[in-house]
Each structure stands twice: as C-alpha cells, then as structure tokens.
C-alpha cells in the first residue's frame, strides 16, 4: 500500500493524501457514457432512499479520476463542464488530483460554497466516522449534492464485486438507501458496472486515511 504523501502548504495538518488514480480493468474497453440513473425518493420517509440524477461518464485515463468524479457531483447541480476544464480548476497531473481539499474548493467555487471537507485520520474508520459519513451522505444527498470521496484500497460490492485501488482513486457517492446503510457509488474507472451498492462501514474504510467532499 502506498505510503501517505501530504500535499505541502496544506493549513490543516496532516490533512489528506495525494489523490492518485487508476482504471480498472474494465477500463480497457473503450469507456461508454452510461445513462444517469432516474432520481428516486421515497415520499414515506425522506431518508429510506434516494439516488440522485447524475450525467455518468468515464474518466478517459488512469489519472483522470478528481476530476471525473467531481464533474459527476457537478452534473446533478446543473454544471456543463467537460472533464479538462475540471481537470484545470483542480490543479490535475499525471501525478493525479493533490487531496479532497481540491475538489471541495472546485465544487464551492461552482456551486456556491455549501460543500466541506471531512477527513478519516484512522486507516480503519471508526464507528463514529462512519456514522459522521452517513450524516454527511443523507445531509449532502438530500440537498441534491453528490459527494466526492478519496479512497484507496480493495473492496466489495453488494453484489460481491471486488473494487480495487490500492494507488489511490476518486469516485462521487450519487444515492443511498436503507436509511444510509447502504450507498450508491458512481466510479468513473469502471464503466461497465458505472453505479453500484456498497454498504457505508466499506465505504468508510474505503475513505479511511483520506477524506471527503459533501
């Protein structure tokens, strides 16, 4: 696993890593938009389920994942930008995106400054983190705010589907359901699956030792 690289000049300590980026293999083939999933509630209970309308679309190479995912965030709040534009307003490399301080600064100066940056110190997250990244998913998601997360490592799905970014990697959380148990995950690195479920302890791990934008 990658050791943790601190972006310099950073005025809060410690925080975030450098965010790199990877395709999976499904990448591969060539990346097809994926249609936006429908946006869904349930009227019951506000906080049962909700996936938000997003314009789905593949990052074009292995360092394109920050801005991939924040364009995602950024097209269910009505923002037209491509992926290069994104990519010049997070200060992107082949080295990747620098840390979720960058996409929480893109998102603020787009959107009209609602989203903040969370961070997970511990590499395994505890139990009140992943509670904190519930709060902030239901919080962010129901006022039509994807958010923006940098993970690493390897995972599973709902679906039993491995996920693995052990460099480092972007991806927008679009929806969740069972109260928050359960997230909805855009990825741009994989364009065959493009949205998945995954439950909120991974996600959380999957976070640890980086951080958010919501």
């Known amino acids: ?14 925080l975030l890593v ?11 083939a060539q990346a097809a938009p994926v249609p936006a999933a429908p946006a869904s509630s349930n009227q019951n209970d506000r906080h049962a389920e909700r996936i938000l309308n997003v314009d789905y679309q593949a990052q074009p190479n292995f360092y394109y994942c920050g801005p991939a995912a924040t364009r995602i965030a950024l097209s269910a709040q009505g923002k037209a930008l491509s992926q290069d534009e994104v990519a010049q307003l997070l200060g992107t490399t082949e080295a990747g995106t620098p840390s979720a301080l960058d996409t929480t600064r893109v998102l603020n100066e787009l959107t009209g400054g609602k989203y903040r940056t969370t961070e997970i110190r511990d590499s395994v997250a505890r139990p009140d983190q992943v509670e904190q990244l519930r709060r902030d998913v239901l919080a962010a998601v129901d006022a039509g705010r994807p958010v923006v997360a940098n993970i690493k490592g390897t ?15 972007y991806l927008t959380l679009v929806g969740y359901r069972d109260g928050g148990d359960t997230i909805r995950v855009a990825d741009p690195a994989d364009p065959m699956l493009g949205e998945y479920w995954m439950s909120l302890p991974k996600v959380a ?4 030792e980086r951080g958010y934008s919501s």
Do not use: F, R
């Open 1 to 14: 696993m990658n050791p943790i690289v601190q972006k310099s000049g950073l005025s809060v300590v410690g």
């Open 18 to 28: 450098a965010g790199g980026c990877a395709l999976g293999p499904a990448v591969a």
């Open 155 to 169: 995972t599973v799905d709902t679906d039993g589907n491995p996920h693995s970014y052990e460099g480092g990697h």
């Open 205 to 208: 791990n999957w976070i640890a």
